[in-house]
């Protein structure tokens, strides 16, 4: 089997069907207009071309599509059910304290509260404490300085998962 055929290859995305390369972008991230914005572009030549893209998209999405990207990320240490990837992407939070849970707990609230939104950052590899560390030196943005913050850890997000969809496998 050649690296052009196997099932996480650049080759295979750019082949899927509009319907089932919706699918598979909407589970990279919830906002409509940025997985419509990389269908526009397809094919890619390379996978840094879909990243690239990506990027490009990400800094096009409005406050609404932002919105919508949030709302398909759970709060910081309440991974979704069942759901692997915000369960591996939050693994930092797996082994911390129930102090440093609850506390997590009580800033997002507050956090929420300020901004109307989750705490979104990219959490894969980071620790409980720096996590809670993000959202304490946060919470005191403005919410225009807080939009290009989450604009930007989407755009990490976003590419962390992209990367399986697109990533060339050796050949066997």
């Given at each position: 089997?050649?690296?052009?055929?196997?099932?996480?290859?650049?080759?295979?995305?750019?082949?899927?069907?509009?319907?089932?390369?919706?699918?598979?972008?909407?589970?990279?991230?919830?906002?409509?207009?940025?997985?419509?914005?990389?269908?526009?572009?397809?094919?890619?030549?390379?996978?840094?071309?879909?990243?690239?893209?990506?990027?490009?998209v990400?800094?096009?999405?409005?406050?609404?599509?932002?919105?919508?990207?949030?709302?398909?990320h759970?709060?910081?240490?309440?991974?979704?059910?069942?759901?692997?990837?915000?369960?591996?992407?939050?693994?930092?939070?797996?082994?911390?304290?129930?102090?440093?849970?609850?506390?997590?707990?009580?800033?997002?609230?507050?956090?929420?509260?300020?901004?109307?939104?989750?705490f979104?950052?990219?959490?894969?590899?980071?620790?409980?404490?720096?996590?809670?560390?993000?959202?304490?030196?946060?919470?005191?943005?403005?919410?225009?300085?807080?939009?290009?913050?989450?604009?930007?850890?989407?755009?990490?997000?976003?590419?962390?998962?992209?990367?399986?969809?697109?990533?060339?496998?050796?050949?066997?």
């Amino acid at each position: 089997m050649t690296s052009s055929t196997t099932p996480g290859s650049l080759a295979r995305f750019n082949a899927l069907e509009e319907q089932a390369a919706y699918a598979a972008l909407h589970e990279v991230c919830a906002s409509s207009a940025w997985v419509r914005g990389l269908l526009a572009r397809r094919p890619y030549a390379t996978p840094d071309a879909l990243f690239a893209a990506s990027e490009a998209v990400m800094a096009e999405l409005t406050t609404a599509d932002l919105a919508e990207a949030m709302a398909g990320h759970p709060p910081i240490g309440r991974p979704k059910p069942g759901d692997p990837t915000s369960s591996r992407e939050q693994r930092g939070m797996a082994g911390a304290s129930a102090d440093l849970k609850a506390e997590m707990l009580e800033l997002n609230l507050a956090y929420q509260e300020k901004f109307g939104h989750v705490f979104l950052i990219c959490a894969t590899g980071r620790t409980g404490e720096q996590m809670r560390d993000a959202v304490k030196d946060r919470i005191g943005n403005s919410p225009e300085q807080e939009r290009e913050i989450v604009r930007s850890e989407l755009g990490k997000i976003n590419r962390i998962r992209l990367s399986p969809l697109v990533q060339q496998e050796d050949e066997a």
